[in-house]
């Protein structure tokens, strides 16, 4: 609701009707007054009355005046009578015109669009127009005799606005304002009310006149408007993006909260602000601003203001930040009214942008840096490609790069490119401390600056000046702490910001380069005096046919160089001429040609060579022969193979032992809590699920040792066999699953000695062997198992080269041969790699054999192979025999669990499961408990109870501090300390060697409770 108003002295609208009454009232009284006068005028004129006659006594002087008089009474009378007759028609004129205003104005009322009322004195409505009952929905008839207020504001009465009228009202003011009103039917609707008093001629108040009109559409406009730009608001502070506005004249306008957040500015801060507050530098553009865009307007009107390559906005610390910015003019037709701008910080971005460029460049460089090594160059071909690839991808004038020459101690300069530059004499060759690349290379610190002349020393300054140089960026290149050289570069203007970085990146990659090329031409100048004669030496005409043929050509390939001279090479030594004769282009277009060939011997095998071919030129220069020099290299593929193989092998053995850790200890704790429950319930059902569980843990057990051994040839729990019961064991099983057309048989010497080891693991090399044989005899045939004692003398000199290392002594052979197809020859070497397996898909997983292979090595014993196509093969296991001693003390013990007597053991493992369950097993039987789940934790416990603690059990895998960390620090501070290691990855000996310990005792996981109970028995037994 909005108000107004203003004193008036009020409307005389009713002057007419009280003129009008006055008349009316007067007019008797005039018409006897003019009787009575004219009838006395005639009286004393027509008598000739004197003054003395109406008892008046005038002097004589006066008596003319009378006399005059007399003589004029009838004019007078005459006069009056005309006077009054003018003034009634003059009235009667009037009246009619004021009826007629009155009238015209009556119709407007009734006729208008706004509101009318006519209130009485009290303030109660007296008449309302017809544009009223429209409007409100009231007839006149209903609001007759009330209050405007109450009829306008229905049911809601607003008090403001009651009081204000009646304030108004109370002292007769002219007054406005505007007012929500109620319609007949409830809506709502609003009127501008002008109040104006009406007063009679006395001034005293007759009523009210008051006009309202209708404001619905515009408060509706006005809604909407408010509504929208409150999205507006809404939207300009939501935005993620910086919005100021500015003035025409380029100031500050307004802000939204993201640029304040952006800035630092408050925006009361920055309202009024000239341009130059937020920014401090706007990008350069090729076309200069319209005459419509504010922001350059102001900032070419700023001199604070400078111009560059990107915008520049400042913030409230005088930190300056780069913006993306958008500046549109706000027109109101052909006038601008001023300019929105937006902006975005784009810092994050250009570091991002930035580090993406030296990347890229960096990436480039190492590229061309990695192809010119395998070039096959030579070391000062080498060197220039990578000075070449220095100065393309690092925007330098020269790059030049020393070598170090050790025996000397003098760095040389080996290769330089970029401007035709050259460095002065005292360059060419420095000490080692001389000049500014000299130190830095006795500092074997990297050093740029960019103003070269004033850091250079005296000698330099000359051809520094000379060739207008500025900046240098040197970087020593280190291996395996030598000296190997020195990258330098020079440039007219400063360097990237990343140069050394960049040399960095590259200066182990061009030192091992150096390094090798310099290997590589000693050996070259080697082989040309020496290794020649070892090689396979022959010379071919232009026509293909062999001219010579030297010894280790006729050892290689087995023809006597009577034989070989004046045959086609190309037919002799080739299956295939194709690649004699693409080598042979290559060497009569390059003049040399180096590579690898499969060439074949007399016999018809494959024979691969390392081959270099030269082409040998008269005296004229003309090509006259080929001198090729063949390297027979299949040692070397093999040793490659075999090298291949193991790495592949170790690859296998890493995740192997992982997973299996894992399994160890998620099957530890089911173990030991399967065996504490069988003690707790010792009915007949609860009895048999245990032992059904705790044989399924076992067997999990076995299977990851079995992964182990496979992995890594762990040993598992080793105990006497006799290997004659493995056999007739495993016998039985092979005669019950086998096909019936197999004939399985044993052979086994009387008095086989014992083995010391694990039955589980030997019954799977058994096995494993037995379902190859079975798979090579699909058609039937005998399958022989055997067993005997054996004596090794000597260590045959293949087994150190299959990874074998057995010792001589007494050894178990165990024998698996087969009547079935055998192995071919190509074949043999490659049984025993994991995944290998010439069985279709889904029959064969290529492990069976590379298990039987870590088992065996883990029990310290060998595999042998022999085997003929379609005749058969022969598995031969040795292992060790076990001496009375070992045998002796792999005796188990029986009897009950032993019991502690309270003593306090501390249990650290970092499996929450185990732990608890260790603890529980401890307690059970008679011992008390510390437990730690990391090394440091150990470590604090122990020192609070060194005192009580008898033993401690630890976990070899842990984080933070692991096993043989956590063992060797309490060793350290307690060397009487008694200390089980724990471990599923490792065994024993492995345990000993990593903490140093001969006096170490080892659980090996999962292990069960009598394993447990007895270890800890045992170490306090001590």
């Not at 006068?37 to 003054?51: F, N, Q, T």
């Not at 380029?250 to 993201?258: K, S």
């Not at 002349?453 to 520094?464: G, H, K, S, T």
Request: with cysteine; net charge neutral.
């Amino acid at each position: 609701m909005a108000a107004a108003s203003h004193q008036s002295p009020g409307y005389p609208l009713n002057a007419s009707t009280d003129m009008q009454r006055s008349i009316k009232a007067w007019e008797p009284a005039l018409t006897g007054l003019l009787a009575v006068v004219v009838a006395g005028a005639l009286a004393y004129v027509s008598l000739g009355l004197k003054p003395p006659v109406l008892g008046l006594s005038l002097p004589s002087s006066w008596n003319w005046i009378w006399n005059g008089l007399a003589s004029t009474v009838p004019l007078l009378l005459f006069g009056l009578v005309a006077w009054l007759s003018w003034m009634r028609v003059a009235d009667q004129r009037v009246l009619q015109g004021q009826q007629q205003h009155l009238g015209r104005l009556a119709v407007v009322a009734q006729k208008t669009d706004n509101v009318v009322i006519l209130t009485q004195s009290d303030g109660t409505i007296a008449w309302v127009n017809e544009a009223f009952s429209r409007i409100t929905g009231y007839k006149l008839a209903e609001v007759m005799g009330k209050w405007p207020a109450a009829v306008l504001l229905g049911p809601q009465q607003n008090a403001q606005a009651i009081e204000r009228i009646r304030e108004g009202i109370s002292h007769r003011r002219h007054f406005s304002l505007e007012l929500a009103c109620v319609h007949k039917s409830g809506a709502r609707f609003w009127l501008n009310l002008s109040f104006a008093p009406l007063t009679d001629r006395d001034g005293r108040a007759s009523g009210y006149v008051i006009v309202g009109a209708d404001l619905t559409a515009r408060k509706q406009v006005e809604e909407e408007l408010r509504r929208v730009n409150r999205q507006y608001e809404l939207l300009l502070h939501a935005a993620g993006e910086g919005i100021c506005a500015l003035d025409p004249q380029g100031r500050i306008a307004f802000v939204n909260p993201a640029a304040s957040r952006i800035t630092g500015w408050a925006p009361a801060e920055l309202v009024g602000q000239p341009l130059s507050t937020l920014i401090s530098q706007l990008r350069r553009t090729a076309t200069s601003g319209s005459s419509d865009d504010v922001l350059r307007l102001a900032a070419a009107q700023d001199p604070s203001i400078t111009t560059g390559h990107t915008t520049l906005f400042r913030r409230k610390d005088g930190t300056c930040f780069p913006v993306d910015c958008t500046s549109t003019p706000v027109r109101d037709g052909s006038n601008v009214l001023g300019a929105v701008v937006v902006f975005r910080d784009i810092t994050d971005r250009r570091q991002t942008e930035a580090l993406r460029v030296r990347q890229t460049r960096q990436y480039a460089l190492r590229a061309d840096i990695a192809l010119a090594l395998t070039a096959g160059d030579t070391l000062e071909q080498f060197l220039h490609r990578t000075a070449q690839a220095i100065v393309k991808h690092l925007d330098g004038t020269l790059a030049v790069i020393w070598v170090h020459d050790p025996d000397e101690k003098v760095l040389k300069l080996q290769a330089k490119a970029g401007a035709d530059l050259a460095p002065d004499a005292p360059l060419h060759r420095l000490e080692v401390g001389d000049l500014a690349v000299g130190r830095l290379a006795a500092q074997r610190i990297p050093y740029i600056t960019d103003d070269l002349l004033q850091d250079a020393a005296p000698l330099e300054r000359d051809w520094i000046k000379r060739d207008k140089l500025t900046a240098f960026a040197g970087y020593p290149m280190i291996i395996e702490g030598r000296l190997v050289g020195v990258l330098g570069l020079y440039g007219r203007k400063p360097l990237p910001e990343d140069t050394l970085e960049a040399l960095g990146a590259i200066a182990e990659t061009v030192g091992q380069g150096i390094m090798r090329k310099q290997a590589e031409a000693k050996l070259a100048q080697q082989a040309a005096l020496l290794d020649k004669a070892q090689d396979a030496i022959l010379v071919v005409d232009l026509e293909h046919r062999i001219q010579y043929w030297n010894k280790s050509a006729e050892r290689l390939y087995g023809w006597t160089p009577s034989e070989a001279y004046g045959k086609r090479a190309d037919t002799l030594l080739f299956r295939d001429a194709a690649y004699f004769e693409r080598a042979r282009q290559e060497v009569l277009l390059k003049g040399e040609w180096r590579g690898e060939q499969c060439q074949v011997n007399r016999g018809d095998e494959t024979v691969i060579v390392e081959s270099q071919w030269t082409l040998v030129q008269d005296e004229a220069g003309k090509p006259k022969s080929i001198l090729i020099v063949n390297t027979d290299i299949r040692e070397k593929k093999k040793m490659e193979a075999q090298f291949l193989r193991t790495q592949r092998i170790d690859s296998l053995g890493t995740l192997a032992g992982g997973i299996a850790h894992d399994l160890n200890n998620v099957l530890a704790p089911i173990l030991m809590a399967a065996q504490m429950l069988k003690t707790k319930f010792t009915d007949p059902q609860s009895q048999r699920l245990l032992t059904v569980v705790e044989s399924s843990a076992k067997r999990g057990a076995d299977m990851v040792k079995q992964v182990l051994t496979f992995a890594r040839g762990v040993e598992g729990e080793r105990m006497l066999l006799q290997p004659r019961h493995l056999i007739k064991e495993m016998v039985k099983i092979l005669g019950e699953t086998f096909p019936k057309n197999i004939q399985v048989k044993q052979q086994l010497q009387p008095d086989l000695m014992p083995v010391l080891g694990d039955p589980t693991q030997l019954h799977q090399v058994l096995l494993n062997l037995c379902v190859n044989a079975r798979d090579a005899m699909p058609q039937g045939g005998v399958l022989t198992l055997s067993a005997e004692n054996c004596v090794l003398e000597q260590v045959p000199a293949t087994l150190p080269a299959l990874g074998f290392s057995p010792k001589p002594g007494p050894y178990v052979l165990l024998k698996v041969a087969d009547t079935g197809c055998g192995i071919p020859p190509e074949n043999l070497d490659k049984i025993f790699d994991p995944f290998f397996t010439t069985k279709e898909v889904g029959k064969g997983t290529g492990l069976g054999l590379a298990t039987v292979l870590g088992i065996v090595k883990s029990h310290g014993g060998f595999v042998q192979v022999q085997s003929e196509v379609n005749k058969g093969t022969v598995f031969s296991i040795y292992l060790p025999a076990a001496d009375k001693a070992q045998a002796a003390s792999s005796q188990p013990e029986s009897g009950a669990l032993p019991k502690g007597r309270g003593e306090l053991i501390l249990v650290v493992d970092d499996e929450t499961a185990v732990l608890s369950m260790m603890k529980e097993m401890l307690e059970t039987f008679g011992y008390r408990t510390l437990t730690a789940s990391d090394g440091t934790e150990a470590v604090a416990a122990f020192t609070a109870h060194r005192g009580e603690i008898k033993a401690v059990i630890v976990d070899m895998l842990m984080p933070h501090m692991d096993g043989p960390a956590t063992i060797r620090v309490l060793r350290k501070l307690e060397p009487q300390v008694r200390l089980i290691a724990a471990s599923g990855l490792m065994d024993a000996q492995r345990a000993k060697d990593a903490t140093g310990l001969d006096d170490l005792y080892f659980l090996m996981k999962p292990f069960t409770a009598e394993s447990l109970l007895t270890t800890v028995h045992q170490v306090l037994a001590e």
